[in-house]
């Protein structure tokens, strides 16, 4: 029994005098500098200590903090430069700017001044959260939770004012995330895997209830063999091969339910490697495929800037008419959305051959001319 009672002697003369917790407090303040200071704002040493104590409940004292942050800097220094602790202070005692973390003598107060990105990297990454339809709501805002974790509270509050530019038409479908990874499984080839068909189930909306999108085909699945993922306008799209009618389709991966790998080898591999891939959201418009044709079409110069951005001048022929218009030669694949698509620019554009797309332009007016005149 007395062996005890020394052993626990022991421990209370070992642990006093000792403060609580000090082994987690230089992570602590790392994370406190990371969210609340940056190059604008500083932040004292003593405020430093009040907010160990009253956040973490951590004991902290002004010389602790000094000697916290300059172990801080060399250990980000030697884990960025796969260098020793030793060396680390080498070099920041030749180069006192390869500090994370300085003492703004002006503002008198430290503050983060490297990180591995730049604050504009993060409100870009935040931007195209945003304009992603294919996230729903919960999703993009826990996405952009993770991303402003990585510049400080001032920056985050930017970026949210600066970043909600319109109301954007976010999916429902929860599940999109799960569907990208099942369709990246299914074509993968790790691993001697052979890349396999899937199904799912097509949603649609309904007149009758636009909260909630229904099954198309009375809930029958479909059955494709994936090749591609694609972003076009803010939508992520599967390019898959269509076994009913021997060609590539794109599906919307929002729309897409209970994706499911069938362990069938896939099909379509001659026609998937026909295609140009890179070019492929050029020539098929709003992702609705067609027949390919070589097409010429006549834009009056102002146009220039919005026929570039949709064909790029890769592969594309330009060509000066006169000094009011300008034509291009492009491969494109013939839809409805085409023909929309020239329709939008009004007389500004005109579509010069081949005669069988002139045709079926026209016919295209003359159903649209028919509706109004019925």
Request: proline residues 2%; contains cysteine.
């Amino acid at each position: 029994m007395r062996k005890e009672f020394d052993e626990e002697d022991e421990l209370k003369k070992s642990t006093r005098g000792k403060k609580n917790n000090q082994k987690m407090k230089p992570f602590l303040v790392y994370q406190y500098l990371m969210r609340h200071t940056d190059e604008n704002h500083v932040i004292r040493a003593d405020d430093i200590c009040l907010a160990m104590a009253e956040t973490y409940g951590i004991d902290a004292e002004r010389r602790g903090i000094y000697r916290d942050i300059d172990e801080i800097n060399k250990a980000i220094l030697a884990f960025e430069e796969g260098i020793s602790i030793k060396e680390a202070a080498e070099w920041i005692e030749d180069d006192e700017s390869l500090k994370n973390i300085i003492f703004d003598k002006h503002q008198k107060g430290f503050c983060m001044q490297q990180r591995h990105y730049d604050y504009t990297d993060i409100q870009l990454l935040v931007e195209s959260i945003y304009a992603s339809k294919y996230l729903s709501e919960p999703q993009a805002e826990r996405l952009i939770k993770i991303l402003c974790e990585f510049v400080s509270e001032f920056q985050e509050k930017k970026i949210r004012h600066n970043a909600i530019l319109t109301d954007r038409v976010k999916t429902n479908n929860s599940g999109v995330l799960n569907n990208i990874e099942k369709i990246d499984a299914a074509m993968s080839m790790e691993d001697k895997h052979t890349p396999e068909k899937i199904s799912f189930k097509y949603l649609k909306y309904s007149i009758s209830n636009l909260n909630q999108q229904v099954e198309r085909r009375h809930g029958s699945r479909y059955e494709v063999s994936p090749y591609a993922l694609l972003i076009n306008d803010g939508n992520y799209y599967l390019l898959a091969y269509n076994d009913y009618v021997k060609d590539l389709r794109t599906y919307r991966v929002d729309r897409m339910k209970d994706v499911k790998l069938l362990g069938v080898e896939r099909e379509g591999k001659e026609v998937f490697n026909k295609i140009n891939l890179k070019n492929y959201t050029q020539r098929v418009f709003s992702m609705f495929g067609g027949e390919q044709q070589v097409i010429t079409i006549q834009f009056i110069n102002p146009l220039l800037d919005a026929v570039v951005d949709r064909f790029g001048k890769k592969g594309i022929l330009y060509n000066v008419i006169d000094d009011k218009h300008f034509s291009i030669t492009a491969p494109v694949e013939i839809s409805d959305q085409f023909y929309g698509w020239v329709l939008g620019f009004g007389n500004k554009v005109k579509i010069l051959k081949p005669q069988k797309v002139v045709e079926g332009f026209t016919e295209y007016l003359n159903k649209i001319r028919n509706i109004y005149e019925s």
